[in-house]
């Protein structure tokens, strides 16, 4: 199995934790832009390199790899303006948010356990 499947796993958990909680925002993986599928290896690449890291170290992760590619803090999501509300520490996020990450890494280790991963 590729990173890059895992990477669809948990963009598809992801979407589908928005969509119950009323955000229909994201595209499925296959119309996904470049950017966030990027994003998503990404982090499984930095979970892969450091195992113990938590899910309020993954986040730092997630807006460290967002600012190096331009983003910014904006109170709305906005791709081609580069901006994102969940710019700030994770204590800040609403709990919804802060689930994505917990949600995330548990897929990306319980694939590891299961696949060989390329």
């Not at 906005?78 to 919804?96: F, I, M, Q, W």
């Not at 689930?99 to 696949?115: H, Q, S, Y």
Request: proline share 6%; aromatic share 10%.
């Amino acid at each position: 199995m590729k990173i890059e499947d895992v990477a669809k796993v948990c963009h598809e958990a992801n979407r589908a934790l928005c969509e119950s909680f009323g955000d229909f925002s994201q595209k499925p993986w296959e119309d996904s832009p470049d950017w966030q599928k990027e994003s998503a290896v990404a982090g499984i690449r930095a979970l892969i390199e450091k195992p113990d890291m938590t899910p309020s170290e993954l986040h730092d992760k997630w807006c460290l790899h967002k600012i190096s590619q331009g983003w910014t803090f904006g109170p709305i999501k906005d791709a081609e303006r580069k901006t994102h509300p969940c710019l700030v520490s994770y204590g800040e996020l609403p709990k919804n948010e802060q689930a994505k990450d917990k949600i995330f890494r548990a897929i990306v280790f319980k694939m590891l356990m299961i696949f060989d991963l390329e």
